[in-house]
């Protein structure tokens, strides 16, 4: 599992993710950021085309030091100055705390370990007033799509990274202190229980 999650599974996360559907989720939100950005699992870079004018510099945390390579190449030529931190997303972030003005989190709330420490870690990041952008699959509402991410989740776990399929996005949001003041909520096409999507906006309060 050690060669695979080294350097397979970073190759495999970087052309699944690659898809038009959450291509076009991406440019939905990530314009949206503004001033200096801190992107959780900022993974191969996927979201750096999607930054506007409007964003200072861009401070992406990701343990992956093969995805961190994957996303330097897409650096080139971007307008956006961007500062890579090789760590976990739970590991304490003291340097930035109240420095931050947007958050950026994509398809990454389901690997992180303990994701609530992490996303009271962003909190404390932020400006107060400050904004986090969320694109993530989570549990679905429907029960007979739900119990199927409970079955799946331990075995999708060890292939995938640490997915998990069935956390509750929203609920994790506001458990760590957020306030969230927009929520979308929809299937992706595929299979159902690998793509119920929360995209949305909350602010710490």
Same mark, same amino acid.
């Given at each position: ?8 599974? %970073? ?13 076009? +989720?991406?440019?939905?939100?990530? %314009? ?48 956006? %100055? ?58 679905? %509402? ?22 998990? +399929? ?40």
């Amino acid at each position: 599992m050690g060669l695979y999650r080294k350097y397979v599974l %970073p190759r495999l996360i970087d052309l699944a993710m690659r898809n038009k559907d959450a291509g076009r +989720l991406r440019a939905v939100w990530i %314009p949206r950021a503004r001033g200096e950005v801190l992107e959780i699992g900022i993974g191969s870079g996927l979201n750096l085309p999607f930054y506007s004018a409007a964003v200072q510099r861009v401070r992406g945390v990701d343990p992956s030091a093969e995805l961190q390579q994957i996303a330097r190449k897409r650096t080139i030529e971007r307008r956006v %100055p961007v500062e890579f931190l090789l760590q976990s997303a739970e590991e304490p972030l003291l340097a930035l705390e109240e420095s931050i003005d947007t958050v950026v989190v994509t398809w990454t709330l389901c690997s992180i370990p303990n994701a609530l420490k992490a996303l009271e870690s962003m909190k404390k990041a932020l400006r107060k007033g400050g904004h986090l952008i969320f694109i993530e699959h989570g549990r679905a %509402p429907d029960t007979r799509v739900s119990l199927w991410q409970d079955r799946l989740t331990p075995l999708w776990k060890r292939i995938a990274g640490g997915c998990h +399929l069935n956390r509750k996005v929203d609920e994790l949001i506001s458990q760590a202190g957020f306030q969230i003041v927009e929520l979308e909520t929809s299937y992706l096409p595929g299979p159902r229980p690998m793509t119920y999507i929360y995209q949305g906006l909350a602010q710490r309060v």
